[in-house]
């Protein structure tokens, strides 16, 4: 079992930066491969980014590519979202993900545990 823990949203404004944090409990953290997801109001949940068990390999969805960097910390059992040039688009309930199989895959149904969200609203 792995207990997710989201926090680090809010608002900010176009063009700021935000970032965001997963706590992880249990000793497996580094076996999992990690994602982050995001459901805009009225939406369905989409893919934002995912990083590998030892953090070598990242994927980004292209609508974040460039402006959203993934990154963990294996001893603090911690994933992390640094999101610069936040937009309007931006905005929505971000979710971190953990997926035990270690595979490196982008799609939800892969993802075992889920957080419960932290809010991320970017004002125009």
């Known amino acids: 079992q792995v207990q997710l823990v989201e926090s680090g949203g809010g608002l900010v404004q176009a063009g700021d930066s935000l970032r965001l944090s997963c706590a992880a409990s249990g000793r497996t953290f580094s076996s999992n491969t990690m994602g982050w997801f995001r459901q805009a109001p009225g939406k369905e949940r989409e893919f934002v980014a995912v990083?590998?068990?030892?953090?070598?390999?990242?994927y980004a969805a292209d609508s974040v590519k460039g402006r959203f960097t993934i990154s963990r910390d294996n001893a603090r059992n911690t994933v992390y979202l640094q999101m610069n040039s936040l937009k309007p688009e931006d905005t929505a309930v971000y979710y971190c993900a953990a997926d035990p199989s270690g595979m490196f895959r982008a799609y939800q149904s892969a993802y075992n545990y889920w957080g419960q969200g932290t809010q991320v609203t970017v004002s125009s």
């Open positions: 990083i590998s068990r030892s953090g070598a390999s990242t």
